[in-house]
């Protein structure tokens, strides 16, 4: 499985644009970049996910780099609700079953300020 | 709207007895999927079903079995707990193939005293 790398912590003022990092440089061809986030106590929360292309929904935008090693979420204008782990996850199939298993890692604790 | 809900958000239980962890979601889901997360080991799958009345182990399946009689619901049963089975159970659901998303559930904290 490719491995990814976060920063452990980030702290980002209400109302302006989080940006949070994740490298992923051993990342196989087929496999995609999800993003998902845990605010304390809860289940992980589905965010956005992306293979080339860089993805936007209603919560968050996702750019790849174009050498897919790298990859950056967007959250355009951060509230104190978006105050959570924030983990990006590069997919691993396993064989023979048609599912596959998400594999966290540390991720990164985003704090909104006030 | 997606949806999956645990039976429970905190339960406690004695050394020994048998636990049932429910699981259900409302998304008509062909996979179904039981992690546990522990602080420092980030999310460990345990279970995951397919389909109904299959299942396939995950990374640690001892002391642990699964039940899916029916495609909305899928148990995860503690034989005998033990105190190292202390954790926060996440449930987790998808659509058929290996590139959909997961949904979770709002996981249920698990004591062993």
């Known amino acids: 499985d490719a491995k990814t790398t976060q920063p452990p912590s980030m702290d980002c003022a209400e109302g302006r644009a989080a940006n949070l990092p994740c490298n992923h440089s051993t990342i196989s061809g087929n496999e995609y970049v999800y993003w998902y986030r845990q605010i304390h106590s809860q289940g992980p929360q589905y965010i956005i996910h992306?293979?080339?292309n860089n993805e936007t929904n209603e919560m968050a935008s996702l750019i790849i780099t174009e050498d897919r090693k790298s990859s950056t979420l967007i959250l355009p204008h951060a509230t104190l609700r978006d105050t959570a782990v924030y983990y990006c996850i590069v997919r691993a199939e396993r064989s023979g079953a048609g599912s596959y298993q998400l594999t966290f890692g540390k991720g990164t604790k985003l704090s909104v300020i006030p | 709207d997606v949806k999956v809900t645990q039976s429970s958000r905190y339960l406690v239980k004695r050394t020994g007895e048998k636990v049932f962890l429910e699981c259900v979601q409302d998304m008509d889901h062909e996979n179904m999927f039981w992690y546990r997360q522990d602080p420092g080991l980030g999310l460990r799958l345990i279970y995951f079903s397919y389909d109904v009345k299959m299942k396939e182990k995950g990374d640690i399946p001892e002391g642990y079995s699964v039940s899916r009689e029916k495609k909305e619901r899928f148990s995860l049963i503690l034989e005998s707990a033990s105190t190292n089975q202390t954790s926060m159970y996440l449930c987790?659901?998808?659509?058929?193939?290996?590139?959909?998303?997961?949904?979770f559930g709002p996981g249920t904290r698990l004591l062993v005293l």
């Open positions: 987790a659901s998808s659509k058929a193939g290996g590139s959909e998303t997961q949904y």
């Open positions: 992306g293979l080339k």
